[in-house]
């Protein structure tokens, strides 16, 4: 990984954590404990979370060639945009993109596996 994306990597893991934390707290505090919005608040706040921290592990990575934790980190990324932020938009502004929410879902797991098969080529 290039030093850029590292740097990159961690602006980024940290603006997702933020984000996380606030819209995790709209989903306890604003949008209505029982309301449908609440349940995508939260559930997008969860999984943004998790990925920004695997985000912020990827960019601390010692692997010997950095290249290999490049891919699950953009995956990561594509997730937390398409998974995450597709939640948010459906619960805050009633816009119909269910159908992107997959594609977030998708990217999440293709990024897991890349990592682990990054693991496994790093030795």
């Not at 969860?46 to 692997?63: E, I, K, S, V």
Request: charged share 10%; proline share 4%; hydrophobic share 60%.
């Amino acid at each position: 990984m290039t030093v850029a994306w590292r740097k990159y990597g961690r602006v980024i893991a940290g603006l997702s954590g933020a984000m996380a934390v606030g819209f995790g707290a709209l989903a306890a505090h604003g949008a209505g404990e029982a309301s449908q919005a609440s349940v995508w608040l939260e559930k997008g706040a969860r999984y943004q979370m998790f990925h920004a921290l695997a985000l912020l592990a990827l960019c601390h990575w010692p692997a010997p060639d950095q290249r290999l934790i490049l891919l699950p980190g953009i995956l990561f990324v594509v997730g937390m945009l398409f998974f995450s932020l597709g939640l948010y938009c459906m619960a805050l502004l009633s816009w119909p993109i269910q159908m992107v929410i997959p594609i977030g879902g998708t990217a999440f797991i293709l990024g897991w596996l890349a990592l682990a098969a990054a693991a496994i080529k790093s030795g």
